[in-house]
């Protein structure tokens, strides 16, 4: 039996990650499992709401439905979320493995990040004279920032020099703030430190950049050192001095370290630490103990297929936005985005799916209609789905089960899931298959980024579109009677139904009305007789019914949907509206205030009706039953 693994992180720090991921494919390639990446982009910049709607992603999945969960902490930073994830697992009852952050009773993988720090720390002392040092860390609350900067101090403790480190910057992980905090310092007037040791390669490269856009040089005016020794850090100049965390062996450790849990052969808790290297680099005055030309060199003769590549990309993104902002229904989006996808999915492969919320299409037309916010609904959109070049016929599909058309006897495979959504509102998600390449280079940012922003463009665009056309036509409303149409019933029906598909908590009433004797009246005494008759009808319905939207759902015929108040008094308002009714008569004349109406009314019973047009068939049925009883009442009458 095929097993799967729920891999959650942000794909910020992608170049670790790629080779975290590979090392972990490699440790199962004599396994049968596929590994689950949810994935999004949140950082600290972000406001609440665009980290909430970033990181639903990771509500998507059902751990009941997995094998075991893979925390990337060095990627993952968000204690909360952290937090939510475990304990989803734990009441699931499945193995995890934490990477970059330790928590009680969980296995954790990770490297040694203090030895290494400490290698660093011994290295700017004994071979630069670094005697004053600012430490760049990432958040206060990160265990692999907070293991690194306990490294140096213990290392300056035990040489007797507590006081060369001078400053503890907190950057969040932000590469901004280290090129604001080297701006500050630079125009301070202040004595520059001989040493800025970075929690990771990003903000060091970024602290190069700042000291050089003011004038000073790297290392010849400050060392700068890195941690990750990611290959941007290698060729960028002055190649940075890092640490390599090795993480294609602790992907594989992680891998092997699961395998040992499910089969009972190391228990929860257990650690499994790898060896990290300090590298020199010219960041640091050390030109000698690499050759970064070399690779520079190489990164050059791949940059033209990189730029081939990109290009590429792009015009399909611009394809995917020209697309979406051209369709000016929901409908026809789901249709030019097959087709666009259909014909040309060389960057996305045969296997890739889109999938959007069923509401996000009603949700342009009605502002009551709001989008989950918290996980995903339990029946998706299928906008595009192919898995393995096969297509997924259905329309919908069972969020629950995650990938539309999968196998569990095929061979094994990565499977990242990328949120869309404005916001904390979420649009849906889109689906790539067997990806490490872009996770390295960021395209599945790119691309998710894209997706959203046209998505929200385009949702925008026809929520003002409809704004106007209602202005014009009022074309939700019957303009007769001035209650809502049929064309608005059919979007509350649609609502209502994906209401029921997901198996919410649905308490809603649906009353018919059919107005009695209208053609009698039309005839004998014309049409704009007839039409105030119907308007006498229609107000003592709204009376009634007063919390409920009516609508007009054809000559005489009229629909309350009963919610709250209404539904709670739905056998009191019946009652109350059938007592108002006149005595029924079929000759002419009627009195002035003269009004007959036959109704029936049923609550939607999740045991009986499996779709809304159930409720209002047994409605018609009920509505059907009182116009008889309504006209025996007569004839009752004629007998006696």
């Given at each position: 039996m095929k097993k799967k693994i729920a891999f959650f992180t942000t794909g910020w720090c992608c170049e670790i990650l790629s080779q975290f991921i590979s090392g972990m494919q490699k440790a199962f390639s004599s396994e049968h499992v596929d590994i689950f990446l949810f994935v999004c982009y949140a950082t600290y910049g972000d406001n609440d709401a665009v980290r909430r709607g970033e990181m639903n992603i990771f509500n998507l999945p059902d751990m009941n439905d997995f094998d075991g969960a893979v925390l990337f902490g060095s990627g993952l930073d968000f204690q909360d979320v952290l937090d939510n994830i475990l304990e989803r697992c734990r009441k699931a009852g499945v193995p995890v493995v934490m990477q970059g952050a330790e928590r009680d009773g969980i296995s954790y993988v990770g490297s040694d990040n203090y030895q290494a720090t400490r290698d660093m720390c011994a290295h700017l002392i004994e071979a630069h004279d670094a005697h004053r040092i600012v430490f760049f860390a990432g958040t206060e609350d990160s265990h692999d920032s907070n293991l690194r900067l306990k490294a140096i101090k213990d290392h300056l403790n035990e040489c007797g020099h507590p006081e060369y480190l001078k400053e503890v910057f907190y950057t969040n992980w932000e590469n901004a703030a280290a090129s604001r905090f080297v701006n500050d310092l630079c125009t301070s007037g202040k004595e520059l430190p001989d040493v800025i040791i970075c929690a990771n390669d990003g903000l060091a490269m970024e602290s190069c950049l700042a000291f050089s856009e003011n004038g000073y040089k790297v290392p010849g005016d400050v060392m700068v050192t890195g941690f990750d020794y990611i290959d941007d850090s290698q060729i960028f100049d002055p190649s940075i001095a890092s640490v390599d965390q090795c993480l294609t062996e602790m992907g594989g450790a992680a891998a092997q370290l699961w395998l040992d849990m499910i089969n009972s052969r190391t228990a929860a808790g257990t650690s499994r630490i790898i060896p990290c290297r300090f590298i020199p680099g010219e960041s640091c005055g050390c030109h000698e103990y690499r050759n970064s030309d070399k690779k520079r060199r190489r990164v050059g003769r791949e940059g033209f297929s990189k730029r081939s590549m990109t290009t590429y990309f792009n015009r399909k993104l611009d394809r995917i936005d020209s697309t979406v902002l051209s369709c000016r229904t929901y409908e026809e989006l789901k249709k030019n985005l097959y087709d666009l996808f259909n014909k040309d999915h060389e960057y996305e492969g045969d296997s890739y799916h889109v999938l959007l919320e069923p509401n996000f299409g009603l949700s342009i037309y009605d502002s009551d209609i709001k989008l989950n916010t918290k996980g995903y609904s339990s029946h998706m959109d299928v906008v595009y789905s192919y898995e393995d070049g096969v297509r997924y016929g259905a329309g919908s599909f069972d969020s629950k089960e995650l990938v539309p058309g999968y196998r569990a006897d095929a061979a094994n495979h990565l499977y990242a899931f990328l949120p869309l959504h404005e916001e904390d509102e979420a649009y849906g998600y889109v689906i790539f298959r067997d990806c490490v390449d872009k996770i390295y280079n960021r395209f599945l940012h790119n691309y998710q980024n894209r997706l959203s922003l046209v998505l929200d463009k385009f949702r925008h665009a026809l929520t003002l579109d409809h704004i106007n056309k209602k202005l014009l036509d009022l074309m939700g409303k019957d303009p007769l009677t001035?209650?809502?149409?049929?064309?608005?019933?059919?979007?509350?029906?649609?609502?209502?139904?994906?209401?029921?598909?997901?198996?919410?908590?649905?308490?809603?009433?649906?009353?018919?009305?059919?107005?009695?004797?209208?053609?009698?009246?039309?005839?004998?005494?014309?049409?704009?007789?007839?039409?105030?008759?119907?308007?006498?009808?229609?107000?003592?319905?709204?009376?009634?019914?007063?919390?409920?939207?009516?609508?007009?759902?054809?000559?005489?015929?009229?629909?309350?949907?009963?919610?709250?108040?209404?539904?709670?008094?739905?056998?009191?308002?019946?009652?109350?509206?059938?007592?108002?009714?006149?005595?029924?008569?079929?000759?002419?004349?009627?009195?002035?205030?003269?009004?007959?109406?036959?109704?029936?009314?049923?609550?939607?019973?999740?045991?009986?009706?499996r779709s809304v047009a159930d409720v209002m068939k047994r409605a018609d049925e009920k509505m059907y039953e009182d116009k008889t009883r309504i006209k025996s009442t007569k004839e009752n009458l004629h007998h006696e």
């Amino acid at each position: 039996m095929k097993k799967k693994i729920a891999f959650f992180t942000t794909g910020w720090c992608c170049e670790i990650l790629s080779q975290f991921i590979s090392g972990m494919q490699k440790a199962f390639s004599s396994e049968h499992v596929d590994i689950f990446l949810f994935v999004c982009y949140a950082t600290y910049g972000d406001n609440d709401a665009v980290r909430r709607g970033e990181m639903n992603i990771f509500n998507l999945p059902d751990m009941n439905d997995f094998d075991g969960a893979v925390l990337f902490g060095s990627g993952l930073d968000f204690q909360d979320v952290l937090d939510n994830i475990l304990e989803r697992c734990r009441k699931a009852g499945v193995p995890v493995v934490m990477q970059g952050a330790e928590r009680d009773g969980i296995s954790y993988v990770g490297s040694d990040n203090y030895q290494a720090t400490r290698d660093m720390c011994a290295h700017l002392i004994e071979a630069h004279d670094a005697h004053r040092i600012v430490f760049f860390a990432g958040t206060e609350d990160s265990h692999d920032s907070n293991l690194r900067l306990k490294a140096i101090k213990d290392h300056l403790n035990e040489c007797g020099h507590p006081e060369y480190l001078k400053e503890v910057f907190y950057t969040n992980w932000e590469n901004a703030a280290a090129s604001r905090f080297v701006n500050d310092l630079c125009t301070s007037g202040k004595e520059l430190p001989d040493v800025i040791i970075c929690a990771n390669d990003g903000l060091a490269m970024e602290s190069c950049l700042a000291f050089s856009e003011n004038g000073y040089k790297v290392p010849g005016d400050v060392m700068v050192t890195g941690f990750d020794y990611i290959d941007d850090s290698q060729i960028f100049d002055p190649s940075i001095a890092s640490v390599d965390q090795c993480l294609t062996e602790m992907g594989g450790a992680a891998a092997q370290l699961w395998l040992d849990m499910i089969n009972s052969r190391t228990a929860a808790g257990t650690s499994r630490i790898i060896p990290c290297r300090f590298i020199p680099g010219e960041s640091c005055g050390c030109h000698e103990y690499r050759n970064s030309d070399k690779k520079r060199r190489r990164v050059g003769r791949e940059g033209f297929s990189k730029r081939s590549m990109t290009t590429y990309f792009n015009r399909k993104l611009d394809r995917i936005d020209s697309t979406v902002l051209s369709c000016r229904t929901y409908e026809e989006l789901k249709k030019n985005l097959y087709d666009l996808f259909n014909k040309d999915h060389e960057y996305e492969g045969d296997s890739y799916h889109v999938l959007l919320e069923p509401n996000f299409g009603l949700s342009i037309y009605d502002s009551d209609i709001k989008l989950n916010t918290k996980g995903y609904s339990s029946h998706m959109d299928v906008v595009y789905s192919y898995e393995d070049g096969v297509r997924y016929g259905a329309g919908s599909f069972d969020s629950k089960e995650l990938v539309p058309g999968y196998r569990a006897d095929a061979a094994n495979h990565l499977y990242a899931f990328l949120p869309l959504h404005e916001e904390d509102e979420a649009y849906g998600y889109v689906i790539f298959r067997d990806c490490v390449d872009k996770i390295y280079n960021r395209f599945l940012h790119n691309y998710q980024n894209r997706l959203s922003l046209v998505l929200d463009k385009f949702r925008h665009a026809l929520t003002l579109d409809h704004i106007n056309k209602k202005l014009l036509d009022l074309m939700g409303k019957d303009p007769l009677t001035g209650v809502k149409n049929r064309m608005a019933f059919e979007d509350k029906e649609k609502y209502l139904q994906s209401l029921i598909n997901d198996g919410s908590d649905t308490a809603f009433a649906i009353a018919a009305f059919d107005v009695n004797n209208l053609k009698l009246i039309n005839d004998n005494n014309g049409h704009d007789a007839g039409d105030e008759y119907l308007n006498r009808c229609c107000h003592l319905i709204c009376r009634v019914f007063k919390h409920s939207p009516v609508y007009r759902v054809g000559g005489d015929e009229f629909l309350a949907v009963l919610h709250d108040e209404d539904y709670d008094r739905a056998e009191e308002l019946s009652a109350d509206m059938k007592s108002r009714m006149s005595p029924y008569s079929d000759e002419m004349p009627l009195p002035d205030d003269y009004v007959s109406i036959a109704m029936g009314m049923v609550k939607f019973d999740s045991a009986k009706d499996r779709s809304v047009a159930d409720v209002m068939k047994r409605a018609d049925e009920k509505m059907y039953e009182d116009k008889t009883r309504i006209k025996s009442t007569k004839e009752n009458l004629h007998h006696e």
